[in-house]
């Protein structure tokens, strides 16, 4: 058993390791979040409420109980009026609340919203269901071609102004990775009140089935390999935002997780990994965590948190846009 | 369910208000659901389902039966066991309760049955109400009372049930179907505790202490011989002499306790009247109107309103008499044919001689008594028509029997009436809306009754007319807002606003007939203030000019685009009539709208409520006035379907009138006496109801013929003809090479829309396999707006159905190509846009149509095949096509069957006359000819055709026979030897439910009959209940949480017997499987049944995906497909059991997730759902481990 000490600070939150069950449906029941916690991650955070998905579901609801309604003398309707639907946000929240009476560990609520409306209410829900922190997961296509980057960006810094207002409880948003500044984009969201980042949200992208020529949710677990985006943006804000930072994708190994935590991450966090090995991979991560840091001579997870960001690195050009015409160099045959 | 203690006014309509006193004051429902009494059993199952408690705090068991024959011998069960038990039903179903009834009533039990009194099927089929129902369960001894209003309703709900409980008679609580059951009105409710105050708990426990029981053994239900049955069936003559004290006093405990005084026999108008009316039902409310207007002008008249008709009490009807009165008309809403005159009639003369000899009115000039006919069938019934029933009192030779409402210029009875004799209150708002049963407006109408009559001091009613069709109905809403309560029960005539929410049906309708001069009118228009006026019809112009209009126009659609609620333009339309109207302030009115919209959404969630307060804050600035130019100058005229060309004198004379809204207007004379129906006449309708059709891209076309066959109006087609033939063509006709082995070689085909008869469901899209190689979502057929293609694709189409259709000898009918080269003939039906049952009807029709004669059960398919005003069933040009029937819901099986036997008796006696006159008729027709008239026919088009020739050769030689009797009878019969083809079609509630038994017995015949279940898993007609086929975990009616039993395996059932050919199949999935199907099942000389999937509205499915969709039903498992041939030969091995679709490949979850009937459970009760998942999964697996191995059995059937 390791006695080095795994803490760290996320959000403002005290955590007994490094290791986050991000959002993911390994998240989604709470049998699955008891046994998370079992195998020792340090908080979790529910898979995403999705605003349009309530929307869609209460309008369907609606078209439902209206289509062929009144229309004939026979039948006025032809379903049921049921007790309750439980549309809305609801069941969520109920799920929220039931994590947080049987976790110990942290609960973070993750909201994808569309409006700022809908941003606002259901993260100060989230908060009513006791909520530790809320992450807010902008998932924003811009293809309006009319409509500038400048204009995008204001999106984003407005939501978050105006959840930071609305709610007492720590806030994190996750993004994805294309932003022209991406740098200047996290001191903005860090002006408009955010806690943290999480770096970076991993888009669902469409695919093409060849079969039917329809367009498809193309679905695929990250891989170790994707890590290094993440953890180049880890590095570079590392000490230049006062910003808990979360990564995200393509963390799978303990190696993987020294690697974010070096470039300077707060905490990991696991998705990929736990679909592919189960609820129960935690426990072995943090063991190999643990031998890796003592065999290594670290005696905390805070002294090694940062040590090769951008700033405290030797070599900080190497995390610039350099990178790639020294890696191509580097390749070149030896004159 | 309404207040504890203290009396409330609520807005309800008559089903609600009666289901409430009956689930209060009950312990055991059974149901089956019938129009218009359906109504009832869902309520009741609703709150059983919330866990709502009756008087006694527990919730009522609620059991659906198979049909309402089950239903009454459970409630005789339920009732002999010791348990308060009720039921609601109305026409066939009270008929199918019959048996029982005289049961109950034969044992003195205590029961009552709430009615909501609707025509029995006669001549035609109706759903409407009047009291024939209830009048044909006179003689089995149940006490009726009859409650005349929505009010009355829940108070003789109750005042039955305290009777019957005292009385040990049982009593038929009664009401008009529609008029007083869909009505919705505002009323006082009746507090639990003034109920349960005026229940005496000691009859209910003497009716468990007269229950069965093993610890006090008894028995009921003995077989009595001639010794002593009559005596003791006059035994129970004291309680019946006992019901009217005990309904009177029981009136007067109700007075007491309500303040509600009504009394057996009610009396209104002049004391000294001398004409006066006795009638029962809605019909008071109109003659009530009619009383007081001419009382007020002088006339001594009265109304006498029976509510207590069985038992009759002679002495207290004469007693509410006024004493003066020297005639009396009694009207009856039913008719007995050959009677000397309607039951009530008969009733009211009894009684009067029983009081004039000898009795009570001796003294007195005895009045005379007149008897007539009204609101047959719901037919309106008017204070106009009850002032010309007191008129014609007046004449000085009254006709003894008449009938109002109508122009009977056959037998001349009918009274004439002054539609000008007007009582509406002046102060009374009067609006009739114009709307489509998918738009919205009912609901919304419905919703601003409850707003008026919930929020303000104001009294409102709704009333609510719909047309037969299932898809682009068209709905009548009548609403009255008064002051005072409302009583009119009859249709706005003269409206003070009128709302017309769809613009088209300006071109149709005669909207504005309900307008009375300086009426507002207000109309949902694409168009602005500023050009609406030059796209209105001529007509309608002039209506505006002439009666000074105030008109206003909104573009509703926009508005709830905007609101993200495209479609329903309810919100919408009813802001503009609160705005319009000035009923209340603006800013209240906006208030009440927005807390109803809160009431009825709130579940749906907090989008649906957002959306709509948005389209109502959008809406006021949105309504603009018109300025009414002072000519009327447009070009445009309403449609006349009059006018059209080619059409029968028939529908001149009587189809026409009835699709322009004027059926009321044709007299007895235009109608058939026997209700034969010229077939075919759907063609003329053209509803022209889709926003959008399929356009033809010939250049990617495979002629693959997919479009043809799913389409569910057989609104577009494929023909292969002659390229010369089309020369003439409209410009745009274009035509390709024809590339199937199909037809003759060398031929041009086509694929045509019909585009006024497409409904727009986009079925023929979604399976179009061909699509462009530049752009992927371009197919061989596209939804495009219909208006620009309208005109050239309306030339296009009427081109295309009159080139000759092909020859069916030369086309092999066993594929979807070939077979889509029959000319339907059944098309343009009514149902739904997407429906999934009538893509099968179409393909019957194409393979056996010109030989088939079809049995066809009560549901949807006799709905929309043959409900009036037009018949999709069609002829060819030979005249040949289905000859259809409908007898009733519950013998569809055995009317099937019945028709078999006369077509093989027929057959019979036509072979013994032919071999009878074998002398004379073999040497004409030639001695193989004559041979083949007796021999089987080759089942092929090639044979029937040639059996066809021979049969006319055959009748041209007994016209030459002459008056010989043999040959005139054999020409009576001679038809019968080409081959018919018999189909029994009709739903599941009809094959797994109610007519189940008649089914089996069927099957179990041996007889050639071929049976078509079009298996919805719902009974969708009525609203979609649960039937035996719904599958387990799906939410229908009376299945609220999820149905948990799994489906019926009727195929399986069917197998049994070992000599059934059984068939399972779904169109969508795989189309030649179900032509092939079809094909052997109507081949097989024995009984078929075909199981066919059919998607429904009620399956909660985008109906787009309506055929796409089967294709997962049956890769999941969950329908698979099969054939199972008792000619074992036709199967290698002698396997009679073939499987043919393969092995699951899906999980359940994933097929059902795409239906809102699972998808609503797994939302709403996600544990419960997920445990009749695996329980469905497991039937899956099962089911297909099962078949699996019958596929392998070896079987033989010795036939």
């Known amino acids: 058993m390791t006695t080095i000490d795994l803490r760290t600070r996320y959000l403002g939150l005290e955590l007994k390791n490094p290791l986050v069950a991000g959002a993911s449906p390994m998240t989604g029941h709470i049998a699955q979040l008891k046994a998370l916690e079992d195998a020792g991650v340090a908080a979790v955070v529910l898979p995403s409420l999705f605003e349009e998905q309530i929307e869609h579901d209460e309008m369907e609801l609606a078209r439902l109980r209206d289509f062929g309604a009144e229309g004939s003398p026979e039948a006025t309707n032809y379903f049921p009026e049921l007790t309750s639907y439980r549309t809305g946000p609801d069941a969520y929240l109920a799920q929220l609340e039931q994590a947080k009476r049987e976790l110990s560990i942290p609960v973070i609520g993750s909201l994808n919203g569309v409006s700022s409306g809908g941003w606002v209410r259901y993260a100060k829900l989230f908060e009513q269901a006791g909520a530790d922190a809320v992450e807010l997961n902008i998932y924003y296509v811009a293809t309006d071609a009319l409509a500038s980057a400048e204009a995008v960006e204001q999106r984003y810094l407005q939501l978050v102004q105006q959840v930071r207002a609305a709610i007492g409880i720590p806030l994190a948003v996750k993004i994805g990775p294309y932003f022209s500044a991406l740098a200047q984009m996290a001191l903005r969201l860090q002006q408009a009140g955010a806690h943290g980042l999480v770096l970076f949200n991993r888009f669902m992208q469409p695919d093409i089935d060849l079969e039917s020529l329809q367009v498809r949710p193309g679905v695929e677990l990250s891989t170790s390999a994707e890590l290094l985006l993440p953890l180049r943006w880890i590095a570079i804000l590392k000490g230049r935002v006062a910003l808990s930072l979360a990564a995200t994708t393509g963390v799978h190994t303990a190696h993987d997780v020294v690697k974010l935590l070096l470039a300077g991450a707060d905490v990991t966090m696991l998705a990929s990994a736990l679909l592919r090995h189960g609820t129960a991979y935690p426990r072995q991560l943090l063991q190999q965590l643990g031998t890796w840091l003592e065999q290594n001579d670290y005696s905390s997870v805070e002294q090694l948190k940062g040590s090769m960001s951008q700033l405290h690195c030797p070599d900080p050009a190497q995390f610039e846009r350099a990178n790639y015409m020294k890696a191509l160099m580097s390749y070149s045959s030896p004159t | 369910m309404g207040s504890d203690t203290a009396s409330t006014t609520v807005t309800l309509d008559g089903n609600e208000a009666a289901a409430r006193i009956a689930y209060l004051t009950n312990e055991v429902i059974a149901i089956y659901p019938i129009t218009p009494a ?588 018109v300025t009414v130019p002072a000519r009327a100058t447009s070009t445009l005229q309403r449609h006349s379907f009059a006018a059209l060309d080619g059409t029968s004198d028939f529908f001149k004379r009587v189809t026409a009138l009835i699709l322009s809204g004027h059926g009321d207007l044709l007299p007895v004379s235009a109608l ?244 009878e006159l074998r002398s004379e008729l073999q040497p004409a027709l030639g001695q193989a000819a004559y041979d083949a008239l007796l021999l089987p026919q080759p089942r092929s088009e090639e044979g029937y055709a040639e059996q066809r020739a021979r049969v006319a050769e055959l009748k041209r030689q007994l016209v030459r026979l002459g008056d010989q009797p043999s040959a005139e009878r054999l020409a009576s019969v001679v038809d019968a030897l080409v081959e018919r083809s018999v189909w029994i079609i009709g739903g599941d509630g009809w094959a797994y439910d109610i007519g189940f038994g008649g089914l089996d017995h069927v099957v179990a015949s041996g007889r050639n009959v071929n049976i078509l279940v079009l298996d919805t898993e719902v009974y969708s007609n009525t609203g979609g209940q649960a039937s035996k086929a719904t599958p387990r975990g799906a939410v229908a009616k009376f299945a609220a949480s999820g149905k948990p039993s799994g489906k019926k395996d009727l195929g399986m059932i069917a197998m049994a017997y070992g000599n059934v050919y059984v068939a399972q199949i779904a169109l969508g999935a795989q189309p030649r499987q179900t032509i092939r199907a079809l094909l052997e099942a109507e081949a097989y000389p024995g009984p078929s049944l075909v199981i066919a999937y059919s998607t429904c509205i009620a399956h909660g499915i985008d109906m787009t995906t309506s055929m796409t969709h089967q294709k997962d039903a049956v890769k999941s498992g969950y329908w698979p497909l099969y054939r199972f041939s008792p000619q074992g030969a036709d199967h290698p091995g002698g396997k009679p059991f073939a499987l043919d679709s393969r092995k699951p490949a899906m999980p359940i979850k994933d097929f059902v997730a795409t239906e809102a009937r699972f998808a609503m459970l797994a939302q709403a009760k996600p544990e419960q759902a997920q445990q009749l998942l695996a329980l469905a999964q497991q039937d899956v697996d099962e089911r297909w481990r099962l078949y699996e191995q019958l596929a392998g059995v070896e079987r033989n059937v010795p036939q």
């Open chain 2, 672 to 915: 058939p006496a026997d209700g034969t129906f010229p077939v075919g006449s759907a063609i003329w309708e053209k509803r022209s109801i889709a926003a959008e059709i399929p356009i033809w891209d010939d250049t990617i076309c495979t002629q693959c013929g997919l479009c043809a066959i799913v389409c569910p109006h057989a609104a577009i087609r494929m023909k292969t003809f002659a390229p010369a033939a089309a020369s003439g063509a409209p410009a745009g006709f274009v035509t390709r090479p024809w590339t199937g082995k199909e037809g003759p070689a060398g031929a041009a085909m086509r694929i045509q829309v019909a585009p006024e008869d497409c409904t727009g469901c986009g079925v023929c899209v979604d399976v179009c396999p061909a699509r462009s190689k530049e752009v992927a979502k371009h197919k061989a057929i596209n939804m495009q707006p219909k208006e620009p293609h309208l005109e050239r694709e309306r030339a296009n189409f009427a081109f295309f159905a009159a080139l000759p259709e092909s020859d069916r000898r030369t086309i092999a009918t066993d594929g979807v190509k070939g077979s889509q080269l029959l000319e339907p003939l059944f098309q343009f039906s009514g149902a739904c846009a997407g429906c999934g049952e009538t893509p099968y009807l179409k393909l019957l029709s194409q393979l056996f149509g010109d030989r088939m004669v079809v049995a066809n059960a009560t549901g949807c398919s006799s709905i929309y095949g043959g409900n009036l005003p037009t018949t999709p069933w069609s002829a060819n040009a030979e005249g040949r096509g289905p000859a259809w029937a409908n007898s009733l819901f519950e013998d569809n099986a055995e009317f099937g069957l019945g028709m078999r036997l006369a077509l093989d008796q027929q057959r019979t006696l036509a072979h013994q006359l032919v071999r």
């Open chain 2, 38 to 625: 359906s109504a009832m059993g869902e309520f009741a199952d609703a709150w059983a389902a919330e866990g709502d408690p009756n008087l006694w705090g527990t919730t009522p068991q609620v059991i659906e039966m198979q049909s309402e024959a089950g239903a009454a011998g459970a409630v005789h069960g339920a009732l002999q066991a010791g348990a308060l038990t009720t039921t609601f039903t109305a026409s066939q179903g009270l008929l199918l309760m019959i048996p029982n009834m005289f049961k109950i009533a034969g044992e003195l039990t205590p029961t009552v049955f709430h009615i909501a009194a609707r025509t029995l099927a006669t001549h035609a089929l109706s759903i409407f109400g009047d009291h024939s129902d209830v009048m044909a369960t006179r003689s089995t001894g149940w006490a009726m009372l009859c409650a005349n209003s929505v009010q009355e309703a829940q108070d003789m709900a109750l005042v039955a049930q305290l009777s019957t409980l005292r009385a040990r008679v049982p009593f038929l609580h009664f009401f008009d179907g529609f008029r007083t059951s869909h009505e919705v009105n505002k009323i006082v409710s009746l507090p639990l505790e003034d109920v349960r105050a005026l229940l005496d708990e000691g009859l209910v426990r003497a009716h468990r202490a007269r229950a069965l029981s093993p610890d006090r053994p008894a028995l009921r239900g003995t077989a009595q011989n001639p010794d002593v049955f009559f005596q003791a069936r006059e035994a129970c003559n004291p309680f019946y002499a006992a019901v009217p004290g005990i309904v009177s006093d029981t009136l007067d405990a109700f007075a007491a306790r309500t303040g509600r005084r009504y009394r057996l026999f009610e009396y209104y108008g002049a004391p000294d009247a001398e004409r006066v009316i006795v009638l029962m039902g809605s019909g008071v409310g109109a003659v009530h109107e009619a009383v007081a207007a001419l009382q007020a002008q002088g006339s001594k008249v009265g109304v006498l309103a029976v509510r207590l008709y069985r038992p009759f009490d002679g002495e207290a009807f004469v007693a509410a008499l006024p004493p003066s009165v020297r005639s009396l008309a009694v009207l009856d809403r039913t008719k007995e044919p050959g009677a000397l005159g309607e039951p009530l009639y008969q009733d009211v003369l009894a009684a009067l001689h029983e009081a004039w000899d000898g009795g009570p009115g001796a003294s007195r000039p005895l009045p005379q008594v007149i008897g007539g006919r009204y609101g047959l069938s719901s037919k309106e019934f008017t204070p106009a028509m009850a002032k010309a029933v007191f008129d014609h009192l007046a004449e000085p030779k009254p006709k003894r029997h008449f009938t109002v409402g109508i122009v009977d210029d056959v037998s001349h009875t009918s009274l004439r009436w002054d539609a000008d004799f007007d009582t509406e209150g002046k102060d009374t708002t009067r609006a009739v809306f114009f709307g489509l049963g998918s738009d919205g407006t009912v609901s919304a109408v419905k919703n601003t009754v409850k707003i008026v009559g919930e929020n303000t001091p104001l009294h409102a009613q709704g009333y609510f007319v719909y047309d037969s069709k299932k898809s682009g109905s068209i709905t009548v809403s009548h609403l009255r807002v008064s002051p005072r309560p409302i009583h009119s029960t009859y249709l706005i005539q003269r409206a003070n606003f009128v709302a017309c929410h769809q613009f088209g049906f300006l071109e149709r309708l005669d909207v504005l007939s309900y307008a009375e001069p300086g009426a507002t009118f207000l109309l949902n228009s694409p168009y602005g203030a500023a050009e609406v006026w030059q796209q209105l019809p001529r007509e309608t112009q002039q209506q505006i000019i002439d009666k000074r209009l105030s008109f206003y126009v909104i573009d509703a659609a926009k508005v709830a685009q905007e609101a993200g609620m495209p479609g329903r333009i309810n919100t919408v339309m009813q802001t503009c009539f609160f705005g319009l109207s000035n009923m209340l302030p603006r800013d209240e009115a906006i208030a009440q709208i927005k807390d109803a919209i809160t009431k009825t959404y709130h579940k749906r969630g907090e989008a649906v409520l957002r959306r709509n307060y948005a389209a109502v804050d959008a809406t006021l600035q949105g309504v603009a006035p």
